[in-house]
């Protein structure tokens, strides 16, 4: 139980992933709340956790919504009088690749808004609980394609590259509270967020023949990580990015060409 103890808030964890990470810290002992836009899975997802004798709150609610988030906070504090840990985690990506020539601006508006003001604003409401209770591990979610460019996926990915940045920032300023900040950058998981690639007639099959590891990422691995960066076993580790893609990335080249031959397939 090596979060006994603590609290978290979850952003996104309704469904998919977060979904997957407030099950995992639950399970290592922490009280969670999560904060998820979709009605549907707030109840859903706290009735099932609760069936379970997990503790774990539900809020429905908007990461670009500064009351919404600054009441997320201040419910685990209400209830638990205290907040360890935040995982960024709620994200949109693009259901189409356009590329940044053509992008409209309310499509990058929604990226940015989503998965860079989000964190930003969680972080900023959760900051002075942190400190009041003499330290916390922040958590945000990016992913490999903050580095390695998918042709029609630039606002995703470079919305993704600035929550980078941010981490280094904000570890940067809250080191001296003792407030962790890292980054999980994911690599390909499989989730209601890109569900409809794998749909695809043998897309599973040759995307796990492109990852060393041989399959997918799931739920559990993503949730074992943000155990680990949540917990006190990562107590001397911030401002760091960890890479989770069962080798994506190191496979370099053959992911390069790999990707190239994916765009008409994703803009069909
Ligand atoms: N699945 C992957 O392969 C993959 C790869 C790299 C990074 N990621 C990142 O991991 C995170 C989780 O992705 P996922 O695959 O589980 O996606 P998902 O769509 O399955 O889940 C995202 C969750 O966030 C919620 N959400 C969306 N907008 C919100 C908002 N404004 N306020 C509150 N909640 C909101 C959704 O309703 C959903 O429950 C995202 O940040 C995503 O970018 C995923």
């Known amino acids: 139980m090596r979060l006994a103890g603590k609290t978290a808030l979850v952003t996104g964890g309704g469904n998919g992933l977060g979904r997957g990470i407030v099950e995992g810290l639950c399970a290592e002992g922490a009280s969670v709340l999560f904060l998820e836009i979709e009605n549907d899975w707030v109840r859903q997802t706290e009735a099932d956790f609760r069936a379970r004798s997990m503790t774990v ?21 209400a209830e638990w009088g205290r ?17 940044l020539a053509d992008l409209p601006l309310d499509e990058w508006h929604r990226l940015i808004n989503v998965n860079l003001t989000g964190p930003l604003l969680c972080t900023q409401a959760v900051v002075p609980l942190m400190k009041q209770g003499g330290g916390g591990s922040i958590i945000n979610i990016t992913s490999i394609s903050a580095r390695s460019c998918y042709p029609g996926a630039g606002a995703y990915s ?3 590259a600035a929550l ?26 499989r989730s209601a ?76």
Not at 57 to 77: F, L, P, Q, S
Not at 231 to 249: A, K
């Open 164 to 189: 980078e940045a941010l981490t280094l920032q904000s570890a940067v300023e809250l080191g001296p509270f003792n407030i962790r900040v890292n980054s999980m950058s994911l690599g390909w998981f």
């Open 83 to 99: 907040l360890d840990i935040l995982v960024n985690n709620a994200g949109v990506s693009m259901p189409l690749a356009i590329d």
């Open 57 to 77: 709150i539900g809020v429905h609610g908007d990461v670009t919504k500064v009351a919404d988030v600054k009441a997320a906070a201040e419910r685990c504090m």
């Open 193 to 268: 967020l890109n569900e409809h690639v794998y749909q695809k007639p043998g897309e599973l099959a040759r995307r796990e023949g492109m990852i060393p590891l041989g399959r997918i990422g799931s739920a559990e691995d993503c949730a074992r990580l943000a155990v680990f960066l949540a917990s006190d076993d990562s107590n001397y580790i911030t401002g760091e990015s960890i890479e989770s893609d069962g080798g994506l990335l190191a496979a370099g080249l053959k992911y390069s060409v790999e990707l190239a031959r994916l765009r008409p397939a994703t803009k069909a």
């Open 158 to 160: 470079i919305s993704k």
